[in-house]
Structures are given as C-alpha cells and as structure tokens.
C-alpha cells in the first residue's frame, strides 16, 4: 500500500508531461502552419554573379545571394535563344552557390556574348521546407522586380536574367 502511494504520484507525473509535450508539439505544429500562412516582412531577393573561364573552357558561375541556405536554383547558359548550359539543382549554402564545370554543349566555351538565367520557384515541389518556412510556403515574402507569380498555383518565381561576354 505504501509503494503504491509513493509510486502513483510519480506515474501521475510522467502522464501530465506527455500530455503537455503533446499538447506543445501540435500547438507548435499550429503556429508554423499559421506563420506560412501569413508570412511576416519581406525579403528582396539578391544575387551577386561571378564567371569564371578555366584554360580547357569551362564555365563555372558562382555568387552570393540573401536568398535562405538550401534554396535550390536552376543555372542556364543561353546564346540567342539556344540554351548552351544548366546546372540543376545548385543549392544556397552560407549564403553562397556556385555550379559545376559547364561546356558549351558539351564543348569548350568560346569567345562570345551569352546570356545567364538564374531561376528558383517557391512551392513545396522545388524547395526544401527548411527554405519554405523562411519564404512563405508559396514564397509570400518574397517580392521585388526579379519576383513573379507562377499562373494557377500563385508560387513565386524569381529569375534574373544577366548578360555576359566571355573574352580574351
């Protein structure tokens, strides 16, 4: 009788803690639910762009970007209206990305004008949730002139679009 009286206290209380971490977990779940809801402040993505030609010509484009760590981008190298060149997916890390080596379909970048486009879309499709919990869960914070509205789902995608000579 009395080990049933100093146990049951303590049995008591390892019910009540599960309860309240339960009740914390999905109160948690609520408010993260709420918040890509209704995202908070705005961010205006930026990209930094560097090129980089190596003697056996290969491209390699890196640059810095505000955009959150884990942000999947779409590299493309474009001349006229051929496209030359992607790297998929290059990711954000520390602020930073930077592509694999690119050739010129498969041959040596030559000395010319090209174009470089830098996309991402912001759904739960293309990004990690890690990044949609910072953006929004369709990138609502986002806005800015490189910032669009995908049709149908309201996604937002961000594009730069850069020109560039590769030369002597």
Known sequence: MIVALLVLPGIVLVLWSRAMRVQGVRLERVETAAYLRNPEGRITPQLQVH????AEGTLQVEGES?????????????????LLAVDYPVTIEAGRFET????????????ASFQLRIAAVFDNRSQPASVLLVVGSLGERLQGPAVSRMPGTGAAKME?????????
Do not use: I, M, W
């Open 51 to 54: 090129y980089q030609r190596d």
């Open 66 to 82: 505000n955009l959150p760590d884990q942000t999947v981008l779409d590299v493309r190298v474009y001349a006229g209206g051929d």
């Open 100 to 111: 694999r080596s690119l050739l010129e379909k498969g041959k040596p970048f030559a000395d």
């Open 160 to 168: 730069l679009v850069q020109d560039f000579v590769l030369g002597p």
